[in-house]
């Protein structure tokens, strides 16, 4: 990876999301016939993350929901008050020996979300919409932290990464109407600013990575 001075227009990174830096740490593919893997991460509205890992060849679904906090608290309103210690998160589940779970972090730091905004992106602002990782066991764990400190290392952002890296918290699914919120509201002025850029950004920088047809 090459950076210098010089910043992508309207984000805080130093290099193309194409040219961005594959994880030196990593899990291997798994054998055909693995079962499903679970990815848990936040990164602001679960509307843009969802549609952002929706796209991705190997992603075999994607849920939004609320991680970090309790039962009692895992509903939108209650979230929305930022008096919770959840996060809005995605629980991701993958074919493991398609995927990586380095790949998936890959496309959470250079095109999901901005990883060096704390506790808010862009005009979303509360712990509610924190970057957030929540791995799945200790090997997760060990690849998020080795990447963070890879990242950092190589000023591959303008900023330093605040994306924290948090005890397996158990996952909360929202409610119904959050599902596919995107695919089902294009029109909707938030997804039209704000989920499908990041949408387009997938697509432009990782084609390759997208499902067919």
Not at 143 to 151: G, P, R, S
Not at 157 to 169: D, H, K, L, S
Not at 183 to 188: F, G, K, L, M, T
């Amino acid at each position: 990876m090459t950076t210098g001075s010089s910043v992508i227009e309207g984000t805080s990174l130093r290099v193309l999301p194409s040219d961005f830096p594959n994880p030196v740490v990593d899990l291997a593919l798994a054998s055909p016939g693995a079962p499903p893997a679970i990815a848990v991460l936040a990164g602001g509205c679960f509307w843009c993350t969802e549609a952002v890992y929706s796209q991705l060849n190997g992603v075999l679904a994607v849920a939004p929901g609320y991680a970090g906090g309790t039962r009692e608290t895992a509903d939108y309103e209650t979230v929305c008050t930022g008096r919770t210690r959840h996060a809005e998160a995605i629980r991701i589940t993958y074919d493991p020996g398609r995927l990586t779970y380095g790949q998936l972090l890959k496309v959470f730091f250079s095109v999901a979300h901005d990883p060096t905004q704390r506790d808010r992106q862009g005009n979303d602002v509360g712990p509610q919409y924190r970057s957030a990782l929540f791995p799945a066991g200790d090997e997760q764990r060990r690849v998020a932290e080795a990447y963070v400190k890879q990242l950092d290392a190589a000023g591959a952002f303008t900023g330093p990464i605040v994306t924290t890296i948090e005890p397996g918290a158990e996952f909360y699914e929202a409610e119904t109407y959050h599902h596919d919120y995107a695919q089902r509201n294009p029109s909707q002025p938030y997804i039209q600013s704000v989920s499908m850029p990041k949408v387009r950004k997938l697509e432009k920088y990782f084609s390759e990575k997208l499902k067919k047809g």
